[in-house]
């Protein structure tokens, strides 16, 4: 396994276009091949190898791209921004009340949709501290879907209150499942099925189904503990969000709303083992027809830990029980992770180790993705590289960086 994981933080390694090297045992062929049998299409010109951008107070939580209109989208934990597509930002929105987290963007409308944590734990107690804000309590802990109007951003510093560039709209459910207390094994444990709140987010058509329109999925955060047994599922919501202009609610600091849909259309549950709060970004790729997950990798030894998951959108949901959760006695809706990652016969999982992606993943079309390489300064500042790669399909290596 650590060969394994020592390979794929190699896949890091560059090409133009990579070339078996005479007399070398090469890697297993890539699985996934271009649909109509054509040949590997070259990078797309409109995107360059790389788009940086630095020097933010928090770490990069997501990002999402505009081709048409040549922007790039990038959230920084309480800071969200849009640049070209050479990283000179355009236009900021700063003072953020909460942790905005993974984003995606809307096709239909051209808005940006993130998810917005404004919770008690560690990581709120952290935001609030650098942000020398009142931190806010477990009964208030509340979980949104940010919408941001793009089109409206036109300068740096930009305020989610004062400009009108923001709505949100609340995940109830994840809500309820966060502030539940349950019982398994006769002991009390608090946040249904290990929910830390919500993380990552994206648009894809009806699971099942290779068409028709889009829905979005909001996937559940989930606490790394390895003293459970019932965190081991991702957790994904699904929303219509054409219904939403109801329930889209101003940005006003220190108010606390709950205008959201009571239930979710749809709750699937992946089982994948425990990670280290759960699905970190997300996003459809309708080359392969998947949904990739990249989180943290998860410590429970009897999982391989993946970094990387992907949902096979072209089988259809099945209901059985939820393994580990004794407190769910009714099967529940699952999902199927495709199947030609690494394979852990133990487990019955499939997924892949690699470094990057849960701090921002991309999909370009034809099998090109940007993925981004966070990192910090000296003076504890952070950065965020995204870079161009291009699916591979190879277990070990599933993607390779371009170099032009």
């Not at 802990?141 to 709505?167: C, W």
């Not at 009806?206 to 979005?216: D, F, M, P, Q, V």
């Not at 108010?255 to 849909?261: A, L, Q, R």
Request: hydrophobic share 30%; aromatic share 12%.
């Amino acid at each position: 396994m650590n060969r394994l994981k020592l390979l794929c933080f190699c896949a890091a390694a560059t090409f133009a276009i990579a070339q078996p090297t005479s007399g070398s045992a090469q890697p297993t062929a890539p699985t996934v091949q271009p649909k109509d049998g054509s040949a590997q299409l070259m990078a797309p010109s409109d995107v360059p190898d790389s788009i940086y951008v630095g020097g933010k107070m928090f770490h990069v939580q997501g990002l999402a791209i505009d081709r048409e209109r040549g922007y790039m989208y990038f959230s920084f934990t309480s800071q969200f921004y849009k640049t070209d597509l050479q990283g000179n930002v355009l236009a900021s929105i700063d003072r953020v009340q909460g942790h905005l987290g993974a984003m995606t963007l809307n096709p239909e409308d051209g808005r940006v949709y993130a998810s917005l944590e404004c919770k008690d734990d560690e990581i709120g107690a952290n935001i609030s501290k650098k942000l020398k804000v009142d931190q806010i309590e477990r009964s208030s802990s509340v979980f949104y879907i940010a919408i941001i109007d793009v089109n409206k951003l036109d300068r740096i510093g930009m305020d989610p209150e004062k400009d009108g560039v923001m709505t949100t709209v609340c995940v109830r459910e994840a809500c309820e499942d966060y502030r539940a207390i349950v019982k398994q094994d006769g002991k009390e444990l608090e946040h249904r099925y290990g929910c830390s709140g919500i993380d990552g987010v994206t648009f894809a058509p009806a699971i099942g189904k290779k068409s028709g329109k889009k829905y979005l999925y909001v996937a559940y955060g989930i606490y790394g503990d390895n003293g459970r047994t019932d965190n081991d599922y991702q957790v994904l919501l699904r929303y219509d969000v054409r219904r939403w202009g109801r329930y889209e609610t101003p940005v006003t600091f220190g108010n606390i709303h709950e205008n959201g849909p009571k239930k979710p259309q749809e709750k699937y549950f992946v089982y994948t083992g425990n990670t280290r709060y759960g699905v970190q970004n997300m996003a459809y790729d309708p080359y392969t027809h998947r949904i990739y997950m990249a989180v943290y990798n998860g410590k429970k030894p009897q999982y391989p830990n993946y970094g990387l998951f992907a949902v096979d959108c072209s089988k259809k949901p099945f209901k059985a029980p939820l393994k580990g959760v004794g407190y769910e006695e009714e099967e529940q809706k699952q999902l199927t992770l495709a199947e030609d990652g690494l394979y852990d016969e133990a487990s019955g999982v499939h997924g892949w180790y690699f470094k990057w992606g849960s701090t921002g993943i991309c999909p370009l079309g034809d099998g090109w993705w940007l993925i981004s390489e966070n990192s910090k300064n000296k003076d504890k500042t952070n950065n965020c590289n995204a870079r161009l790669y291009r699916w591979s399909g190879v277990p070990e290596c599933p993607f390779e960086k371009s170099v032009r």
